[in-house]
């Protein structure tokens, strides 16, 4: 049986992106045959797809496109960061915004569906997909996109894990300043009257809570509770302070020479308006999963005692 070296493991994971270990496994399974390998592997990638599905894809990126009036933001999801800064998984990711702006798919399953080939993989984006998990050997998903029509359109991508496109009439440089903004700021709504209701109730309550602890306080204190018009006032002044800190017309813009302007002020000095923006943030409300490696690598030593 043929020996195989570090270098030739290296050498076909350079041609295959696939781990080292399968690479190894596939070097041995094929004598050492460099071109047999890598069709052993190409053979295994469809495999890896099903078993890596169920890992979570808390990583990723966020990409855009925009031709004219027709646009698309998409967040896909990758387990590790290391992969989200893969070559071949960009590609993916850039290439899933520009079919969604072509084609508007109507989900997820839609999107996969549409024609497209990279890596020596297709038809379809989704068949892309399960040969890179296959290839690169980690779960990734296509988690959400939002089709633009209509309307001029501005993006901003800080980095590769906020994106922001915004919708508007006016002045193109202002409605970037405004993309810029919101994926500093991240404001939930237009307006303090566009800011959801379960957001407020929550608000609401979290304001009602710290001001009975202020009333306990006081009477611990051998002082008087305040009156139930003050609390209630003091309560709705802490909720109108969320809906300014909130809402994107009343931030205060990031670039305000003075640090007071609001972001309306702006918009009204440039002549623009912005009729709706989309804010995605990779991996935002997913339950990342937290490694105990100590913990893990106490179970691998218990495991291979208990094979030995």
């Known amino acids: 049986m043929a020996a195989i070296t570090a270098s030739m493991v290296a050498e076909l994971r350079g041609k295959t992106d696939a781990p080292m270990m399968e690479c190894k496994k596939a070097l041995t399974e094929a004598d050492g045959d460099m071109a047999?390998?890598?069709?052993?592997?190409?053979?295994?990638?469809?495999t890896k797809a099903g078993k890596a599905a169920s890992r979570i894809t808390a990583e990723g990126v966020v990409a855009s496109f925009i031709d004219g009036t027709t646009g698309a933001l998409v967040e896909v999801n990758s387990e590790t960061d290391f992969v989200s800064k893969n070559d071949s998984f960009i590609a993916?990711?850039?290439a899933a915004a520009e079919l969604v702006a072509k084609h508007k798919p109507a989900s997820i399953e839609a999107l996969g569906a549409l024609a497209y080939e990279q890596d020596s993989f297709g038809p379809t984006l989704e068949d892309v997909r399960k040969g890179l998990i296959g290839k690169?050997?980690?779960?990734m998903s296509f988690r959400r996109f939002q089709y633009f029509s209509g309307s001029k359109l501005a993006s901003y991508l800080h980095g590769s894990r906020i994106g922001v496109v915004v919708e508007f009439e006016g002045d193109e440089v202002a409605a970037k300043d405004v993309a810029m903004h919101i994926a500093a700021m991240k404001p939930v709504a237009l307006t303090s009257a566009d800011v959801p209701a379960d957001l407020i109730?929550?608000?609401?309550s979290v304001a009602e809570g710290k001001a009975d602890e202020a009333n306990k306080e006081l009477i611990a204190a051998?002082?008087?509770?305040?009156?139930?018009e003050i609390t209630a006032k003091r309560i709705?002044?802490?909720?109108?302070?969320?809906?300014?800190?909130?809402?994107l017309a009343d931030q205060v813009f990031v670039k305000a020479a003075d640090g007071k302007q609001t972001v309306a002020q702006m918009l009204k000095a440039a002549n623009t308006t912005v009729k709706s923006f989309t804010?995605?943030?990779v991996g935002e409300g997913i339950e990342k999963k937290v490694d105990d490696f100590a913990a893990e690598v106490a179970a691998q030593v218990a495991a291979a005692k208990a094979a030995a």
Do not use: T
């Open 36 to 46: 047999k390998a890598e069709e052993l592997l190409r053979v295994k990638l469809g």
């Open 92 to 94: 993916m990711a850039k």
């Open 136 to 139: 690169i050997g980690e779960n």
């Open 201 to 204: 109730a929550k608000e609401r």
């Open 222 to 228: 051998g002082k008087p509770a305040q009156s139930a």
């Open 236 to 247: 709705d002044g802490a909720v109108q302070k969320y809906l300014k800190e909130v809402s």
């Open 279 to 281: 804010l995605y943030v």
